[in-house]
């Protein structure tokens, strides 16, 4: 599965973006599509991920209740809703999918997207 995230760029604090997320083909064969970020100088860290089938959806907790993940199965694409951003929300953003259902921790997602870049400026 090729994945292309999209939709990073510069916002001011409190702003709102939407990133996407779509797969070269069908994931009948993944469960989840997770999205991670990394700042400069930090570890790669877990945001939130859907499942493909039920829609159920996990979050880290830095980001609950202002960060929302979406699917729309026919078209492969997921979405991250990401409102009240933070400049601690800098980081570049990756879209990835797994077999695992609902996991977060990142060595479980074996298909990773180029990444997109989200600024927050303060």
């Known amino acids: 599965v090729q994945l292309q995230a999209s939709g990073g760029g510069l916002v001011q604090a409190g702003g709102s973006l939407r990133l996407s997320c779509a797969a070269s083909r069908r994931t009948f064969n993944t469960a989840t599509m997770g999205w991670f970020r990394q700042a400069p100088g930090k570890e790669r860290e877990f945001v939130g991920s859907?499942?493909?089938?039920?829609?159920?959806?996990n979050y880290a907790d830095s980001v609950k209740g202002r960060f929302t993940v979406s699917r729309d199965n026919t078209k492969n694409t997921v979405y991250l809703q990401m409102d009240s951003l933070k400049p601690q929300d800098t980081a570049v953003y990756y879209c990835a999918t797994t077999r695992r259902f609902g996991t977060t921790i990142s060595r479980d997602y074996d298909s990773w997207g180029r990444g997109t870049l989200v600024t927050v400026s303060s």
């Open positions: 859907i499942t493909w089938v039920s829609g159920s959806t």
